[in-house]
């Protein structure tokens, strides 16, 4: 054979071989569907969650397990009990149709179990955008998912259910299967339990369908976007929904903490942002049966009101785990014994604590309150009772344990008591003189201190002027304020704004006439007005008849004067002068921005690309608020007639009567007098009080879309349907009808794309659940960015005018009828 012919079929041969080969390559593929080695990684299409093989701190280790922006967060743990040992050739794989992790010796150590050797089904798996690795069959149904196995993270979405547990880790740096573990107990009214080993360690309290009565900051569920479902099996499955743009979950560290972890999207790390564990209160009967637990106590451990130390020596070395005794029999016991029936005058009563977790192992009938309390009152086994409108009725049977007391939140407790003639009331019976002398003593000083100033005001006017401020700042502090906390504003950083006499203001409005007036605000009339250098100024002029307005007053001076930023309103001076209270502020042309926008004759003076640009100043201003100053500030009263216009139409927030100060440590605050605008309320400030930065963020949206189509959301009607402008919108969005809701006048096809993002940004804010709804910067990401992906809007709150109107009713409305300054939740 030739030379040539030898390299032909040597050519050919190497043909045929490399076919061979990539068949052979190609049935593995197909076969295995993925693999990932251990230097591989798999990650999530929005890029938050990565899978792949890590080894933790302090460890030479491997495991397979999933992690969140950051690998140090690792939130799920595949082989958490079977490590690779010096092992870095170690696989995730499919294998038989199971999902396998294989060492660098090719054998299994760790296996979802879920094989079907008679049935192939080509088996795939994929991480979601939730964190969760699903293994599927080739028509995409799950076989088997990470979220119903889960490590020792609670995530979004997330169904957590009664035959589940989360497992803390040993160690922080060993994820194997720890000491601690979560699971959901007491089905009849859910509880969540942590238990160290076999042992409670701590509990929720009850589940009353829309918080845990036992978790002390949990105060809606609008707030948290936890929900609670039973199914036909009795099964109870626990999930909670969030932000999509922020981060959020609940991991169960090695000590027994269940933590609330949230992303700081500036900081790029993970924070801290609640625990479960705050005090030795938080231990699981820290105090013993009959204790009572106060973290704000000294000592934190007392005995139930007449109960005593069942080891008395015990208890004064602070060992309170023996608990308390009953110092006297109850009247029903002493009957017992005596085989007779109780005196009708000398039946047992009951002590009421409020404000606290109730205790375990409670007993459930669905019984009105009265019915409850007799219940427990027929038998003597009774030793408590408990009545939550959700929940319904709640006893106790012999021994009480785990109660806690609270500063806020928890529900009220019914102690059964000897000889009682009636229902005792207080907290401590002991303390009520206590609690009537300390009353009568702070009275009498806040009289005292009210007659002095009243003194000084009148006895020298001028001189007062210049110190108002103060004088009032002591009143609100005196009467203990709560609704404003206004923080701590210095003598000398107050005395940088000017203060002008009541004179020098006249001249400048010409005496306060109609001319100047510039608009009614709901706590009296803003005036234009010109200083003798020239200078125009806007006049605040407090209506001497409002109610509301010094506390409001006092407060925007507080919190404007802390303020800078190019689209707030700038506040130039005071007077305070007798009666008289009034702010300046820098003037503003233009007006408000209601005067455009709901005006047919002014409208057209703000094409697409002027609103898009008030809309982005006017979320930069509330971002200011909400992070960059020095202080978080909430506005609580966002809408159209507080964004003021610069001569450029440059929008500028003004009206900080309603603002609320929060502290560094501070996100979230409740409050018993909700202030606002109808329309603009978000849900859960509207019907429970409860306000943070996403009340802001939901004004907004209804800003947004009111700035989009030109109308009201508060005088918005719909005949057909009686829908709000929140609720048209909606409709319009999902039948893809957009068209009818923009503005005529704004409309052009070449920003089509653009203002269908708006309208999708302002349906996000206006979600019904605060966790739902974007943060401010996440709002300007997006306004900014046309890459980033907006995940779909759910249906926005108060959709429909009569469930908006049957969950709003308000007490009194300040002069701007549309302002509402103090209401209540049904």
Known sequence: MSLSKCNNLISFLKFITLILCCSLSYVVATNSSQIIKDSETLTSNRGNFTLGFFTPQNSTNRYVGIWCKTQHFVIWVANRNQPLINDSLGVLTIYNDDLVVMNGQKDVIWSTNVSNITLETNSSFRLSDYGSLVLMDTTENTIWESFKNPSNALLPTMKFTSNMKLASWRTPFDPSIGNFSISIQRLNIPELFIWNETRPYWRSGPWNNQIFLGVEDMTTLYLNGFHMEKDSTGTVDLYFRTDDYGLLMYVLNSTGQLNEMSWNIEKEEWEDTWTNQRSDCDVYSFCGPFGFCNSKGSPICSCLEGFEPSNKQEWNQK????????????????????????????????????????????ELSFVDQDVCKNQCLMNCSCTAYSYDADIHCMSWNGNLIDIQQFQNGGTDLYIRGPYAEHDISSDNGHKRTIIIT????????????????????????????????????????????????????????????????????????????????????????????????????????????????????????????????RNLVRLLGCCIERDEKMLMYEFMPNKSLDAYVFDPSRNKLLDWEKRFSIIEGIARGILYLHRDSRLKIIHRDLKASNILLDEE?????????????????????????????????????????????????????????????????????????????????????????????????????????????????????????????????AVISMLNSETIDIPPARQPAFLLRQNMMNTISSESYSNNVLSITDLHGR
Request: glycine share 8%; hydrophobic share 40%.
């Open 649 to 777: 139409l440059n929008p500028k927030i003004s009206d900080f009567g309603m603002a609320r100060i929060f502290g560094v440590s501070e996100d979230r605050a409740n409050t018993q007098r909700v202030v606002g605008t109808y329309g603009y309320m978000a849900p859960e400030y509207a019907m429970h009080g409860v306000f943070s930065d996403k009340s802001d963020v939901f004004s907004f949206g209804v800003l947004l879309i009111e700035i989009v189509s030109g109308r009201r959301n508060s005088s918005f009607y719909e005949s057909e349907n009686s829908l709000t402008l929140l609720g048209f919108a909606w409709i319009q969005w999902k039948e893809d009808n957009i068209l009818s809701l923009i503005e005529p006048e704004i409309y052009d096809d070449s920003h089509h794309k653009n203002i269908l993002r708006c309208i999708h940004i302002g349906l996000l804010c206006v979600q019904e659940a605060a966790t739902d709804r974007p943060t401010m910067a």
């Open 319 to 362: 060992n309170w785990t023996s608990g308390c005794l009953r110092k006297t029999l109850l009247q029903c016991e002493i009957a017992k014994n005596q085989n007779k029936s109780t005196n009708g005058n000398e039946t047992d009563g009951f002590l009421k604590l409020s404000n606290v977790k109730v205790p375990d192992f409670a």
């Open 438 to 565: 300390v009353s009568v003593l702070i009275g009498t000083i806040i009289i005292a201190i009210a007659a002095y100033l009243i003194w000084k005001k009148t006895s020298n006017p001028v001189g007062n002027m210049k110190h108002g401020i103060f004088h009032f700042n002591k009143i609100e502090k005196a009467e203990e304020y709560t609704d404003n906390v206004i923080g701590e504003l210095s003598q000398a950083k107050l005395q940088e704004l000017l203060l002008y006499n009541f004179e020098k203001l006249a001249i400048a409005t010409n005496n306060f006439h109609e001319s100047n007036k510039l608009g009614q605000g709901g706590f009296g009339p803003v005036y234009k007005g010109i200083l003798q250098d020239g200078k125009e100024i806007a006049v605040k002029r407090l209506s001497v008849s409002s109610g509301q307005g010094l506390k409001e007053f006092m407060n925007e001076v507080v919190v404007i004067s802390k303020l800078q930023h």
